[in-house]
């Protein structure tokens, strides 16, 4: 059973995390002074989308290749860059 519920559950989760990250950056952005902020939301929403679809190809080149079991280390080690970058600045 728990097998069943978990996969929806997960994928609820990530759906929200990813929604609920776009309002917080584009606050920041529109609270900045002296930059265009209209070109800066849409340069974000742009980059935003476009890490989505380098993230798909990048998997679907993975699980061509590769076991589907990669992609957890690819996640991870991303995961694991992106925070130290956040972190040791």
């Given at each position: 059973?728990?097998?069943?519920?978990?996969?929806?559950?997960?994928?609820?989760?990530?759906?929200?995390?990813?929604?609920?990250?776009?309002?917080?950056?584009?606050?920041?952005?529109?609270?900045?002074?002296?930059?265009?902020?209209?070109?800066?939301?849409?340069?974000?929403?742009?980059?935003?989308?476009?890490?989505?679809?380098?993230?798909?190809?990048?998997?679907?080149?993975l699980l061509?290749?590769?076991?589907?079991?990669?992609?957890?280390?690819?996640?991870?080690?991303?995961?694991?860059?992106?925070?130290?970058?956040?972190?040791?600045?």
């Amino acid at each position: 059973m728990f097998l069943f519920i978990f996969p929806p559950l997960g994928c609820l989760l990530w759906g929200f995390a990813g929604w609920a990250s776009i309002v917080p950056q584009q606050y920041k952005i529109l609270a900045l002074e002296n930059i265009d902020t209209t070109a800066a939301v849409a340069l974000n929403s742009s980059i935003n989308y476009l890490g989505g679809a380098v993230g798909t190809a990048l998997g679907g080149i993975l699980l061509t290749f590769f076991v589907p079991s990669i992609l957890v280390i690819v996640a991870m080690s991303v995961l694991l860059f992106s925070l130290f970058i956040v972190y040791t600045r």
